[in-house]
């Protein structure tokens, strides 16, 4: 169990280093940012509301990651696999499992760097007025997971192909199909000819309707399983693909 341990947190290592090894991570983080920014304060009439609070910002979180995460975990596998060192990797003594949670474990941490970057707006709003910080607090947990969430769907793809920029198609079009199936459009197209427990179904899968509840600072826990069990279903299959590619 320690020797798992520690493999992961070298690769955890070597993986979370490798983002600021080069101006990328710059260039995503100030994307990043700004897209939040804009999206918050402008597109999401900030102002123009009067109310200090950070609802606005993180309305826009699941379309964001819905780009933002792909691009993250497209480079996870794809890249190793077309280069050949994912072959070398897998010479070494090292599980599988090992080597899937440590890298996806690293793209959450940088992820998680993206965030707290922009606990600045959060001081804007506390500036500017009174908001309501458990529900700034539960919304950053909600963001958080459900970041996971997507970034363990765009790597367990992105070992699936050695191509980056299929990896990136493939997870943004599953992470738009995960968005969507809680909006209105899809719902009201379902009720039309679905049973109600499949409308039901089909909206209690969706990422935008359980990152509302969190939103409301409440921590529900269906809406936890939901990106915990995504996250740990992802990282299995990962497993297995990597596996397989191995005793190929």
Known sequence: MKTSFRTIALVFGREFRAYFATPLAAVFLL??????????????????????????????????????????????????????VIELLMTLPVRAHEVVIGKFLAGWAFTAVALVLTMSFWLVTLYLGSPDNGIVVASYIGSFLMAGAFLAISACIS????????????????????????????????????????????????????????????????AVILFLSTIVLALWINVQVVDAKKAA
């Open 31 to 84: 994307v990043f940012l700004a897209l939040s920014a804009g999206l918050a304060f402008f597109a999401g009439g900030f102002f123009e509301r009067g109310q200090a609070d950070l609802g606005p910002f993180f309305a826009w979180h699941p379309w964001l990651f819905l780009i933002l995460m792909p691009a993250i975990g497209m480079r996870l596998w794809a890249d190793e696999r077309r280069s050949g």
């Open 159 to 222: 070992a699936m192909t050695k191509n980056q920029v299929i990896a990136f198609i493939l997870a943004a079009i599953v992470s738009f199909l995960l968005v969507m199936s809680g909006t209105n459009l899809v719902l009201a197209a379902l009720r039309g000819w679905a049973p109600a427990f499949v409308v039901d179904l089909v909206q209690s899968l969706s990422f935008i309707t359980n990152f509302d509840r969190l939103t409301r600072g409440v921590l529900e826990v269906p």
